[in-house]
Each structure stands twice: as structure tokens, then as C-alpha cells.
């Protein structure tokens, strides 16, 4: 007998408003935990077409995130920058209120902060270690249930970045479309991060509204409710939304009109007048992320601290068909995740970027496959 999937929106309150997130579960305890992370300026809507054709034997407890600034999710305050670290912090704390996880030792916390290196920093002492290995093995006694990570692009590396700051939480993580975090040398890195910040700057004048001017949790709380645009705010037609989403996604893949519309269902409001219009609800101060994980220092130390397994899902005709740099650098990069790793496989398909989106039925008979037994999975002949 089937199981019925309940499909439901829910709020995480945080002090800037509140983070939006779709849910699909089943009426079932023994669900296996499931957290997906979107791309870049997508939001949780790009999983649609995929989360119905997901299954799994125990049944499937699956929360998609709008991360921060995008979908329904509130931006974050006036003046502040977006970047990898701040959003991953959003997701712990999302975590931490689906009682997903366990709190951090508190003798960690307290003043157990190790004793001096030399060269300076601390080292965790082998007691505090223990402490936070038994806090992720288990809780009142019982067995810490772990969740698995799904994540497109940017949550595929933002993914990975918690996967790293808490290894013991995470029991698998698929990657689409994204195999590393790009780390250029260290100096190209500084002048990137010199523009970024110009860019940020110029994107968010001190004395102007923003181009993509912070929306009420009010105004968030439904697409459905039309409301008056404020000045400054873009106002545009449904359809021209739609075309314009498709062409903006179009240098990585294809999107269909179905496709774009479950973005925008949850990247756009409704406004009164005129009829049939609406107005973007993404943060434009997304274009101007700083990210930590481009160090190569902390990238390679990433890399010795994930240790669940790992699938990674890669289009023929994604982010890297055009890389053949990045293409002859696969056994290097093979070697890193192998390191550590429970077991990493990685299956190339016929699909593009937004293979989750545009071949939804494929990429979910690959993970549910991989996700039944991971060390049993086999990778298909391109």
C-alpha cells in the first residue's frame, strides 16, 4: 500500500524575520532526513518536479530551504553582505529547530577551548574531541540519526561546507552538478574578493533603497497576496517574469515554462496594479558573495573532514563540460574526497546544469538508487 506524501510550507523564525522552507514526509517515524539545498538566486521551487519521484524503503522526511535572500525567505538586514558562512550559520540554526541535530558541548562552550599550539591558535584536547564525537553518536541514550544533504551548485558547496563543520551529522551527501568550490591562487583570490566588495558597495548605496528593496515578513508570507509596489521596486508581467527567468538560466541549461514557473512561485510577489504583475522578493546583494571556502587553505582542510559518503551527479552538458582544465583535474579531485570518505561515486548523466529541474525522473532513479545503500551503488557507463 502506497504511503501518503504531505506536502507543507513551514517558518523558522530568526531575529532579521523568518526562513521559508517546503516540506514533503510521510506519516511515518522511521523516515529516512532529507535536507535539499538550491542554486544560486533558484530557491526551494527548483526541487519540485524532482521530490515527488524520490523514494526510499523507510520513507522520506525532506525539507527544502529557501536559503537567505532568496524564495520566501527574508534578506537579511540593511548593510550586511551575504557569504557562505553567514548562510551556512542560517541552515544550523534551521537544523537546530528541527531538532535535527544536537547542541555543541557545552564544556566546549564554557571554556574548554584546548591548550596553545605552537604557532600559535589553541588544540581541542582528545577530552573535548571525545565530547563532540559521543555528542553526535548519540542523545539521551539514543542513537544520533543522522540526515542526508541534497544540494544544486551553490547549496551543493554550501553543502559540503557544513558537511565539513560538522562531519558527524551528515550520513550522506549528493552533489549536482558541482564537483569542488572553485580556488584560484591566492592572489587572484584577494583582487576577486577587492571587486566583490566595490560591487557590494555599489549595489547598496548608504544613502539610496536598495534595488531589490527588503520585503515585510507580512509581504512574504504569501505569493498569493497582491500588495502596491514601493518606489525603486521592479514591476513586471508575469509572462515577461517567465521569459526573462528562462533566458537568465539559459548560459548553464534549459529551463522549461514549468520549470520557471516553480521558481517564481516562490521568487516573485503579486502586485495590485497593474494586473498580472509582480515584483522580485531575491536580494540583489546575492550578486556580491564572499566566500570563505575559496581559500585553498580551508578548502583542503574541508576536504579531510568530510568523512560520510558522497555521490556527485554531473551533466555532460553542465557547469563543466567546457572546463577541460577542471575535467583533467578529476583524479586530483577524486584523491581529495577519497581521502576520507566513507565512499564516493561519481555518475555523469545526459543532462545539463539544472539536470534536478530538466531531467527530474533520471537524477531521482540515481539517488534513490544510492540512497537505498550507498556502498552498493553502481555507477552507470557514460
Not at 158 to 179: A, C, H, M, Q, R
Not at 207 to 218: A, G, N
Not at 234 to 245: C, D, K, L, P, R
Request: glycine share 6%; hydrophobic share 35%; charged share 25%.
Amino acid at each position: 500500500m502506497s504511503r501518503r506524501i504531505i506536502v507543507d510550507e513551514l517558518e523558522f523564525e530568526v531575529p532579521y524575520g523568518k526562513l521559508a522552507a517546503k516540506t514533503w514526509h510521510e506519516e511515518t517515524d522511521e523516515s529516512k532526513r532529507v535536507l535539499l539545498l538550491h542554486g544560486w538566486m533558484d530557491n526551494a521551487g527548483s526541487f519540485d518536479n524532482m521530490v515527488p519521484r524520490l523514494k526510499h524503503k523507510d520513507g522520506l522526511y525532506i525539507v527544502a530551504l529557501d536559503l537567505p535572500g532568496h524564495g520566501k525567505s527574508s534578506q537579511l538586514p540593511p548593510g550586511s553582505s551575504y557569504s557562505d558562512l553567514n548562510i551556512v550559520m542560517e541552515i544550523r540554526r534551521c537544523l537546530t529547530e528541527l531538532k535535527w541535530i544536537q547542541p555543541v558541548p557545552k564544556k566546549l562552550v564554557n571554556g574548554d577551548h584546548g591548550s596553545p599550539k605552537p604557532g600559535g591558535g589553541r588544540m581541542i584536547s582528545s577530552a573535548s574531541q571525545n565530547s563532540i564525537a559521543s555528542m553526535n553518536d548519540s542523545s539521551g541514550g539514543k542513537t544520533h540519526k543522522k540526515f542526508t544533504i541534497i544540494g544544486h551548485s551553490l547549496g551543493a558547496g554550501l553543502g559540503l561546507f557544513y558537511t565539513s563543520l560538522y562531519p558527524n551529522d551528515v550520513e550522506e551527501i549528493v552533489l549536482l552538478d558541482f564537483i569542488k568550490a572553485r580556488t584560484p591562487p591566492v592572489n587572484e583570490l584577494l583582487q576577486d574578493t577587492a571587486e566583490t566588495i566595490d560591487q557590494f558597495i555599489e549595489t547598496v548605496p548608504s544613502q539610496s533603497p536598495f534595488s531589490s528593496p527588503v520585503l515585510s515578513k507580512t509581504t512574504l508570507s504569501s505569493n498569493s497576496q497582491n500588495r502596491q509596489a514601493d518606489k525603486g521596486q521592479v514591476v513586471v508581467s508575469q509572462e515577461a517574469a517567465i521569459v526573462a527567468t528562462i533566458e537568465a538560466h539559459r548560459q548553464l541549461g534549459i529551463l522549461t515554462r514549468e520549470d520557471a514557473t516553480c521558481l517564481l512561485k516562490r521568487s516573485t510577489v503579486a502586485v495590485s496594479t497593474p494586473p498580472n504583475c509582480v515584483i522580485y522578493s531575491r536580494d540583489l546583494r546575492l550578486q556580491s558573495m564572499l566566500n570563505l571556502r575559496e581559500n585553498i587553505e580551508i578548502h583542503n582542510v574541508m576536504f579531510n573532514r568530510i568523512c560520510c559518503h558522497i555521490l556527485i551527479i554531473v551533466g555532460k552538458r553542465g557547469m563543466y563540460s567546457q572546463d577541460e582544465l577542471f575535467r583533467d583535474k578529476m583524479d586530483e579531485v577524486e584523491r581529495y574526497y577519497r581521502e576520507r570518505a566513507k565512499s564516493l561515486h561519481i555518475q555523469w548523466t545526459d543532462g545539463d546544469h539544472y539536470l534536478h529541474m530538466n531531467r527530474p525522473q533520471e537524477t531521482a532513479e540515481v539517488i534513490n538508487q544510492y540512497l537505498e545503500d550507498p556502498t552498493a551503488f553502481k555507477v552507470k557507463a557514460d
